[in-house]
T-cell receptor, first 117, second 115 residues
């Protein structure tokens, strides 16, 4: 079946503009995660959805960042008034909570590379 | 809070040889999961191997195996018979067995395979 998909693949924007990043998880996966990967760094957790609810949004770096998930499927990460330090790769992952494997493997999308000029 | 440390920013190995990537972590929890992910230039994170903390036996997946030392909080990855396709960034990650499902990642090790 299809894996996690993200769009756009690359996004270049000007400082101060708003951007929306989209994630389509694997069908049936109840959990969805957003991570940010800055140049040369590991992945930094942003937010976690279980269904349409976000029980953990502790990783969102500022109130300019928000995310929503609708229908227990597609998620959108919105960054308002973008700053140059927002430049990074934004990765989305999904997993099946409650499956037979307790490790709840997270499957990652290819990411969106955001460049803020 | 949990932390994951990868002290080797870069490693290189001759093709067909064996290489070991290091990872240490800090946690006060007794039950958790540890992972090694591979990230090639395509950016796609690929799960290489996982280890449940309650299992004493080290996980193995074909040419990939781990050395899990729970008391020392160490989780190294051994790649045997290295192949050109193994060249990538490798990330060690931690996940609690309870509550928050998020992964905590190390900063990665860039592995180069020398033909």
């Amino acid at each position: 079946g299809a894996g996690v998909s993200q769009s756009p693949s690359n996004k270049v924007t000007e400082k101060g503009k708003d951007v929306e990043l989209r994630c389509d998880p694997i069908s049936g996966h109840t959990a969805l995660y957003w991570y940010r990967q800055s140049l040369g760094q590991g992945l930094e957790f942003l937010i976690y959805f279980q269904g349409n609810s976000a029980p953990d949004k502790s990783g969102l770096p500022s109130d300019r960042f928000s995310a929503e998930r609708t229908g227990g499927s597609v998620s959108t990460l919105t960054i308002q008034r973008t700053q140059q330090e927002d430049s990074a790769v934004y990765l989305c992952a999904s997993s099946l909570i409650g499956g037979t494997s307790g490790s709840h493997e997270q499957f990652f999308g290819p990411g969106t590379r955001l460049t803020v000029l | 809070a949990q932390t994951v440390t990868q002290s080797q920013p870069e490693m290189s190995v001759q093709e067909a040889e064996t290489v070991t990537l290091s990872c240490t972590y800090d946690t006060s929890e007794s039950d958790y999961y540890l992972f090694w992910y591979k990230q090639p230039p395509s950016r796609q994170m690929i799960l290489v191997i996982r280890q449940e903390a309650y299992k004493q036996q080290n996980a193995t997946e074909n040419r990939f195996s781990v050395n899990f030392q729970k008391a020392a909080k160490s989780f190294s990855l051994k790649i045997s018979d290295s192949q050109l396709g193994d060249a990538a960034m490798y990330f060690c990650a931690y996940r609690s067995a309870e509550g928050n499902e998020k992964l905590t990642f190390g900063t990665g090790t860039r592995l180069t395979i020398i033909p």
